[in-house]
């Protein structure tokens, strides 16, 4: 297997770049379009575990707008292969001593690239 493969990792930054823009932009449609459309998919939050497609893109439906605004501290992205890739960061809001984490797993599907899984969390 081959890791961080040149032009797959451009891909896979471009995109995580994208979800970055669309989260801090409220860009629902883009978040929407980047998570993969199946029942399998899930996303542990700070105060919320969603299963499956359908309960992430309702909980992204019902967020505050407001302060999502956040600092990228470090970002690490590794790419397995040309289809499958993990992204990880740690954040800070403004305001905020706590740091965030923030993990996905991105999949290429027919689509493009999906999150299929992601977990983020607040250290204290």
């Keep these: 297997m081959e890791i961080n493969l040149p032009e797959v990792l ?3 930054t471009a995109q995580f770049q994208r979800y970055e ?6 860009d629902v449609a883009v978040l929407d379009e980047l998570f993969w459309d ?10 919320e575990n969603l299963y499956g497609y359908d309960e ?19 970002t690490v992205i590794t790419t397995y292969g040309r289809d499958f890739a993990t992204a990880n960061c740690e954040f800070q809001r403004a305001g905020s001593a706590k740091t965030g984490r923030q993990s996905q797993t991105w999949l290429r599907t027919p689509q493009g690239w999906r999150v299929v899984a992601a977990h983020v969390s607040l250290l204290g």
Excluded: D, V
């Design 10 to 12: 451009a891909e896979m």
């Design 38 to 47: 199946s029942p399998h998919t899930l996303r542990y939050g700070a105060t």
């Design 56 to 74: 992430i893109q309702a909980f992204r439906a019902g967020r505050p707008s407001a302060g999502l605004e956040r600092t990228l501290l470090k």
């Design 21 to 26: 823009k669309a989260l801090t932009g409220n």
